[in-house]
């Protein structure tokens, strides 16, 4: 990953790598570090049933990597500095790993820390990217919002966190594409994409509601799936609180949805390619998935 981060020279670009690399290192070292406890303790080499101790101790590890609130602080800088190919790759891919471990322990995991963890993360990340004007620092306000929503059902059910992880990769995809396609990074950009492409502005209009979880796009069905569930297991006060915490979340998307379709710049356009002669793009079917899942919810469902 950082080889990808210093491929441009830029000093923003070997920052960004310097943090990410001690952020990184700091974690892995403690995720060995609780690694041998565990080994020492119980005489296994394996994670799927760790004692308490080591099982707090890689919890942290993980959040840490992760970017999961209140060990978040690394993840807006270091995407805020890396180019939006990078970026997007960052926050899918390289979120898989520590996600998949966490799955693997989840049944291990003291719930309450998983619970405190997730409603840190839903809070932090909707409160933080309220006054941002960078459109790579809002999404990654908004990865650490939407891990909230995975770390928070985890230890109840880990193929909803699962559902909800790979949902929030093809929206998430769809969103760093069409932003690169556009050629926007800040607000003021965004208000002169509709010369640009309408039919792309658009379509990213709606994959921002989507990202917000405004029904009856896809990204409605894991919030939804995940606030019935804690339902399901005697939690209405927690469900209540995360779903007024999505709250949060839904201003700022708001806040980009309207400068998007309501709020027209005077100035000309950073773009010198008439919508009208530019090849398609063949983002149809990540546009479909990251918009249009929601009616097929129950046949999703019954298959996990």
């Known amino acids: 990953?950082?080889?990808?981060?210093?491929?441009?020279?830029?000093?923003?670009?070997?920052?960004?790598?310097?943090?990410y690399f001690l952020t990184q290192a700091m974690a892995s070292s403690l995720f060995l570090f609780s690694f041998t406890i565990n080994t020492w303790t119980t005489g296994e080499w394996t994670l799927t049933s760790p004692?308490?101790?080591?099982?707090?101790?890689?919890?942290?590890?993980?959040?840490i990597k992760l970017g999961v609130a209140p060990f978040h602080m690394w993840l807006p800088e270091v995407l805020q500095g890396l180019p939006i190919k990078t970026g997007l790759i960052l926050s899918t891919w390289q979120k898989l790993a520590p996600i998949s471990i966490l799955i693997q322990m989840s049944l291990s995991i003291n719930t309450h820390l998983l619970l405190?963890?997730?409603?840190?993360?839903?809070?932090?990340g909707g409160w933080s990217g309220i006054n941002q004007t960078q459109t790579r620092k809002i999404?990654?306000?908004?990865?650490?919002?939407?891990?909230?929503?995975?770390?928070?059902?985890?230890?109840f059910n880990p193929q909803l966190t699962t559902l909800n992880?790979?949902?929030y990769i093809s929206m998430t995809s769809t969103?760093?594409?069409t932003l690169l396609l556009l050629n926007t990074k800040n607000i003021t950009e965004l208000a002169t994409i509709w010369s640009k492409s309408p039919a792309l502005s658009a379509l990213t209009l709606l994959s921002l509601l989507s990202l917000s979880g405004l029904p009856p796009l896809t990204g409605f069905m894991p919030k939804w799936l995940i606030a019935q569930e804690m339902i399901k297991n005697n939690l209405p006060l927690i469900s209540f609180i995360i779903l007024i915490s999505s709250l949060l979340s839904l201003v700022f998307y708001l806040r980009l949805s309207y400068v998007m379709s309501l709020t027209l710049a005077p100035n000309l356009s950073f773009f010198s390619i008439s919508w009208t002669s530019s090849p398609p793009n063949p983002m149809a079917p990540m546009i479909t998935i990251s918009l249009l899942l929601l009616p097929i919810t129950p046949s999703i469902w019954s298959m996990i």
């Open 51 to 63: 004692s308490e101790i080591p099982s707090t101790l890689l919890t942290m590890a993980i959040a």
């Open 1 to 19: 990953m950082i080889p990808l981060m210093i491929k441009k020279p830029h000093p923003r670009a070997i920052e960004a790598a310097t943090k």
């Open 165 to 167: 992880f790979i949902i």
């Open 116 to 124: 405190l963890l997730g409603i840190t993360s839903m809070f932090i």
């Open 175 to 177: 969103l760093f594409i």
């Open 139 to 155: 999404l990654a306000f908004s990865s650490i919002a939407h891990l909230g929503w995975m770390v928070s059902i985890l230890n």
